[in-house]
């Protein structure tokens, strides 16, 4: 049985049509799933009994089971969800100043290989459907009783490798007919699949793009992120400028601050001379220590230092804010402890 959460209005339109139903119909049983958030297709009081039932036999409401909950100090909680095959995924909800928003997982795992990430630890054992990863928002929806306004896909998985279920969720939540979480607060990340960058500005779809960089040099960068020996920064850089050129959105860049690896004033100025004349903004994010590697957050000092590098520089640069510092913030992190058997 199909998931409703993973078809898009468009469709299902056709779909009732082809059977004989009024095309109204599938915006009723729209606003029920994603307005009122009815969870049983039989209380959907406007909709003619057959198509209930037909709706009964066909698609589920099934949402995923929250299997564990960590709630930080300042309110960022971290669900640990099991789908319905058992696999295992993070969804991340955080409140900030312009609203609150969701970090979501793309895939069961992750292929990537990044040094730092504790997705890595455990290796892609498949993509996410759509249905899935718009399944992980109602689900925090309906726990926090909240509205989600912001979308980060984020967590676990290369969103760009999972590239035509992201699309469809993307499509879905951004509907009228669906969330309705509007396209410039959707963002995406990602490492750098190079070709899949060029493939997502021909699309146009309006997103933020964010650029996992964490490294000014190839060098640098080679050793903490693997997808860098197949794809190199000169290569990434145009990319990035073809999305730009196509979008007119101005590009994120991800920089995590690493004790000694990549926070020294030199590697502040090599950034600089990187990211010169692109629209950009990078945002340079404390990290979120994981025990199975050796990776240290940099000092305060490092990070003044090289915040005002990039400022004297014209870089335009913030400081994340670290959320979730006191429970098992860092991508994956809750996953593989469970995984490990250690809660």
Known sequence: MKSFYGIKESDLKDELVSLGYSKFSSSQIFDWVYRKKVKDFN?????????????????SLELPKIDKKE??????????LRLNDNSLIETVLMYHDYGISLCVTSEVGCNMGCAFCASGLFKKKRELEASEMVS???TVEEDSNVKIGHIVIMGIGEP????????????????PKGLEIGIRHITMSTCGIVP??????DLNLGINLAISLHAPNDEIRNKLMPISKRYKLSDLIEAIKYYYDKTKRRITFEYLM??????????????????????????????????????KTSKVDSVNVFYDTLKKRGINVTRRRKMGGDI?????QLRAKQLKGEI
Request: proline share 1%; hydrophobic share 40%; net charge negative.
């Open 258 to 295: 690493l004790d000694g690896i990549n926070d020294s004033k030199e590697n502040a100025n090599e950034l600089s001379d990187l990211l010169r004349g692109l629209n950009q903004y990078v945002n340079l994010i404390p990290y979120n220590e994981v025990k199975e590697f050796e990776f």
């Open 160 to 175: 760009l490798d999972n590239f035509e279920n992201v699309m469809n969720f993307i499509n879905i939540i951004n509907s």
């Open 328 to 332: 098992d913030a860092a991508c994956g």
């Open 136 to 138: 992980e928002i109602m």
């Open 43 to 59: 209380l959907m009081s406007n909709i003619k009994k057959e198509l209930r039932e037909y709706l009964v036999s066909n698609y």
């Open 71 to 80: 709630v930080s100090s300042d309110n960022t909680t971290k669900y640990l």
């Open 196 to 201: 899949k960058i060029y493939e997502l500005a």
